[in-house]
């Protein structure tokens, strides 16, 4: 897609924020490797999305929980020059940890008041070993947490999808990954996903893209 002359100028922030689970269990059958596989991969499709959209320029940041959370990626950075660091397993999943360790950046400030609504996508394969469900109030009682696009992936079948549901923000079943290039796919359609809603939100109604096909290989 062609972007028309001074189109960059006009573009709002969407800020676009990972929660990646890093409990012991992720050591497991590679779930951290590929996790931190498929983050790799999904970087040139965000880049793609944010260079091809008109309204939005994507900034990604990440956050990392097991016992606690912490910043993986601090500052919000363009998805093009981001260069990840591989994150290892160990410890619980304080996923309520993560929630409020986000949670004041979804205020005015520091987010911009012109900013789209952020995407945040929480990745987990586990149960919440802290109140998920305190850090999820939290994020909710922010005003861009409650405005936000929020996806969760389930890696394995000892997620907590109840868990993963109330997080969502649209109605529906959470992405499920039971192998690595399901993961890989699960997380490239978050990031489509992320783009096209901003350019709804800027402009009007987008397609959805369909959720990406079950893989009949189960290794998780």
Partial sequence: MEMRPGALTGRRALHFFLLMDCSGSMAADGKMQALNTAVREMLPHLESVSAQNPHAQLLVRAIAFSTGARWHVTEPTEPGELR????????????????????????????????????????????????????????????????AVRTSVAIGRDADLDGLRRFMSADGEPLSASNPEELVRCLRWASVHAGLAASTAASGSVPVPAHPEPSSELIW
């Fill in 84 to 147: 990840w660091q591989d994150l290892s397993a160990g410890g619980y999943t304080d996923l309520g940890a993560a929630l409020r360790l986000l949670a004041p950046e979804l205020n005015v400030p520091p987010m911009p008041r012109r900013a789209l609504p952020p995407a945040i996508l929480l990745v987990s394969d586990g149960l919440s070993t802290d109140d998920g469900d305190a850090g999820l109030e939290a994020l909710l009682a922010t005003p861009w947490g409650a405005q």
